[in-house]
């Protein structure tokens, strides 16, 4: 008796790995474009002053210099400025207007500097949010909030390491956090720009 054995090729051939990028590159091709799109509708960011010589328009007791890049009394960074992939909904590249750190509900959260309060609010995606207008042209936000301070209002004066808040998951978060975001003229810039 004859046995005829029968080698089973596991080795993909060329055409079926041909055939799998082709497939995968359709089902991505949205999503390239999505982010290419984003690069082209978003505005230029302003030009920040740099460490060194730089910085000579702005004095050394003023923003951005006297604002805190970790307004929380604990936390750890875990979400930087820029694009990433989106944490809620469709999992596409989409730009973080500002930065993350991750803290236990009720962590007390600080003014980043001095200032006065300009929003109080609760919103659908950032929850409960404030808002604080700095000098030369700079504003800081704080997003996703357990509860505001007591006695924090719309047009409150505040100072820098004042407590404003305290740190929760309102909104559309997926944990408990602080999301905090520096405006330089209205335009949202690195919160750590200045120390890097």
């Known amino acids: ?12 051939s060329l ?30 960011l302003p030009k920040l002053p740099q460490a060194g010589p730089k910085y000579a328009q702005f004095k050394s007791t003023e923003a951005p210099h006297t604002l805190m890049t970790k307004p929380v009394a604990t936390g750890t ?33 600080y003014a980043a500097g001095d200032g006065v309060v300009i929003a109080k609010r609760v919103s659908t995606s950032y929850g409960n949010y404030v808002k604080i207008s700095h000098d030369n042209g700079f504003s800081s936000a704080y997003a996703h909030l357990d509860g505001f301070a007591p006695s924090l209002e719309r047009g ?14 309102t909104g559309r978060s997926t944990a408990a956090h602080l999301h905090y975001e520096l405006l330089y003229r209205g335009k949202r810039v690195d919160p750590l720009f200045a120390t890097r």
């Open 77 to 109: 960074l875990t979400s930087g400025y820029g694009f990433r992939l989106s944490p809620t909904g469709i999992r596409l590249p989409k730009k973080h207007k500002g930065i993350d750190y991750k803290a236990p509900v009720g962590t007390p959260i």
């Open 156 to 169: 409150t004066e505040v100072k820098r390491g004042q407590v404003i808040g305290y740190v929760g998951n």
């Open 1 to 12: 008796m004859i046995s005829v054995v029968r080698t089973i090729n596991t080795t993909p």
């Open 15 to 44: 055409i079926a790995i041909k055939r799998t990028v082709a497939i995968l590159c359709v089902m991505l091709l949205p999503a390239c474009q999505t982010v290419n799109t984003l690069k082209e509708k978003l505005p230029d």
